[in-house]
């Protein structure tokens, strides 16, 4: 099955990240045929200095090889790299109804709140649409907010091949497991919207002190409480073993400990979760000659399939 997904280097990846989404899609490489890309072209809505978005950009190659994506299984590549999807959107963009983007979230929210908009927000999901369909992708994993893009990319598909013959593989989208929802050091989602985000890499010790400064409730420590109603105890869940975490559990229910020594775990058990991929990213930053061939044979393994079917497009549409 041909996966793919995309990933904005728009700033550093956290937990909520991770857990929500880059675990998911790096599991996917083990069955499927992966296709993971940067996109830099859909960030560049957003990230306006070309040095931060180069920098990003290899920073976000290196952390989804760090956190497990394997090269040899699948493929890693930045949209940029790869022009036929761009020319591809030119050919979706001409059967794209002025309505149906009208209607897409980020610019009505944009819109709503009276800012101006560009045309390269307005036309983002045709670029997305381009980006599933330039792969002949079959399964799209996204989290909840880009459910709307691949509806958009499926209208897209229906009509060119209802206009022009069979041409475009109809792809799917895959939500992601939502019980993976993060909190942050406030307790609310975890987002970077919102600054209560913790690093996935970094300085530890910095961390460290971010997941002590964690806002915890002030009712006695004797009390018993509830743990599933704690998000210390639901950030405690994500690294620790079933185990770990039933005891962690017993604990809350029986009382008398105090939210500093669950901090302290939540601590000690991260780091030990993440240290490897820690290790390895930093092997990676001290070897960028081999990043870069990792992407550029990602990107000549991604233009043979972009460039394949592009053809048949051009040729359906009477460009060829
Ligand atoms: P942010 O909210 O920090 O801007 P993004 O919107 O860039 O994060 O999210 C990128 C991916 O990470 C999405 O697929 C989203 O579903 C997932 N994600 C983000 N925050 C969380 C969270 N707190 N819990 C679970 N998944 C999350
Ligand atoms: N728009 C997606 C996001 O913001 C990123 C993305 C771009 C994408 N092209 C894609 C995701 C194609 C899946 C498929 O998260």
Redesign the pocket.
């Known amino acids: 099955m041909r996966v793919?997904?995309?990933?904005?280097p728009t700033g550093r990846p956290h937990w909520g990240n991770y857990f929500g989404a880059i675990r998911q899609y790096i599991e996917l490489q083990e069955e499927n045929d992966g296709f993971y890309f940067i996109?830099d072209l859909?960030a560049l809505t957003t990230v306006r200095e070309a040095e931060m978005l180069r920098q990003y950009t290899l920073d976000s190659a290196m952390d989804l090889l760090a956190l497990g994506l394997d090269p040899n299984k699948a493929t890693l590549f930045v949209q940029s790299q790869v022009p036929e999807v761009s020319e591809l959107t030119w050919l979706l963009m001409t059967g794209t109804p002025m309505g149906l983007l009208e209607r897409c979230h980020a610019y009505k929210e944009k819109k709503a709140k009276g800012i101006p908009a560009d045309a390269g927000l307005f036309t983002y999901p045709v670029l997305?649409a381009s980006?599933?369909l330039a792969y002949d992708s079959q399964v799209?994993p996204?989290g909840e907010d880009?459910v709307q893009?691949i509806e958009v990319c499926r209208d897209l598909a229906g009509s060119f091949n209802h206009a022009f013959g069979e041409t475009f593989v109809m792809p799917k989208a895959k939500t992601l497991d939502h019980s993976a929802k993060v909190p942050g050091t406030d307790g609310q989602k975890m987002s970077k919207s919102y600054s209560n985000t913790l690093p996935l890499f970094g300085d530890v010790k910095k961390i460290r002190k971010q997941i002590m400064r964690i806002t915890t409730d002030s009712r006695p420590m004797d009390d018993p409480k509830e743990p599933e109603d704690d998000h210390l105890f639901q950030l405690y869940r994500l690294f620790g073993s079933a185990e770990q975490t039933e005891a962690m559990a017993a604990m809350y229910r029986r009382g008398g400990f105090g939210y500093g020594e669950v901090k302290k775990a939540v601590a000690d058990a991260s780091e030990t979760y993440f240290a490897e991929a820690r290790s390895r990213r930093a092997e990676l930053e001290s070897n960028l000659d081999y990043v870069h061939e990792v992407l550029r044979n990602g990107a000549e393994r991604a233009r043979e399939v972009a460039g394949e079917v592009l053809g048949r497009a051009q040729r359906a549409c009477g460009l060829r």
């Open positions: 793919l997904s995309g990933i904005q996109a859909h997305m980006d599933i799209v996204v880009q893009h």
